[in-house]
């Protein structure tokens, strides 16, 4: 018996955005340099070990961080030019997997909600900024930031505030996409969802969570996805 499949939600990073490393280290000190030259060393390491505290109160407790909090934390205000270094250094990093537009339009033609729910220190503008920029903001039903919630994945309120951004009603009858077992795997099958594994990103160790997920599927490009979520979707022959 087929499935009525009503939306399918993505993860952001390594997922919709191939996978790359990040020399956060060599990040932040570019934009120290743009705040304070002459401290730019201890300002890095402030702004390094902020982030670092939030990522691991989002692992540990999934609770949300927002850039301005590390910002914050760190003692630093970040200035307009300090936060276009960190976005100009983010630029290469964040591009749209060149598969993800088919793959969206693909969903949509099926009369599938498409939605994203990313674990994110950044703002719903500078997310839909680079959606723009590589002209797919019109293609997402609904978006949650966890910046803008107080959990972050694998928290099941994560997974449900996607779910209703989609305007879909039922987790059972939607469908998670991911790069992390514990964060996009383990919690949408927590709040039952199916969930399709990318298992292309090397995790550092220190975000790996306490529960590697089951995945539903494993896809290995996100091309694999419209034939999966149709072998789902079939009827008796
Ligand atoms: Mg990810």
Known sequence: MGTDIEAVI????GTLTPWHTIDTEALWLAVADELDPVNAAAVAAAL?????LVWARA?????SGTLAEVAELANVILTDPARAVYELGWEPHSLTDPQAPAVLLGLRERGIRVGVLSNTIWSREYHERIFA?????????GAVYSSEIPWTKPHPEAFLAAVAATGATDPARCVFVGDRLFDDIYGARNVGMRAVFVPHSAVPPHQ?????????????????LLPLVDSWRAGPP
């Not at 920029?133 to 039903?141: I, N």
């Not at 790996?208 to 694999?224: F, R």
């Open 10 to 13: 993505f993860d952001w990073g």
């Open 48 to 52: 390094a070990e902020a982030e670092a």
């Open 59 to 63: 692992r540990d407790e999934h609770r």
């Open 133 to 141: 920029r590589d002209g797919v903001l019109g293609l997402f039903d």
């Open 208 to 224: 790996v969570g306490h529960t590697l997920g089951e995945p539903d599927a494993t896809i290995h490009n996100l091309g694999e």
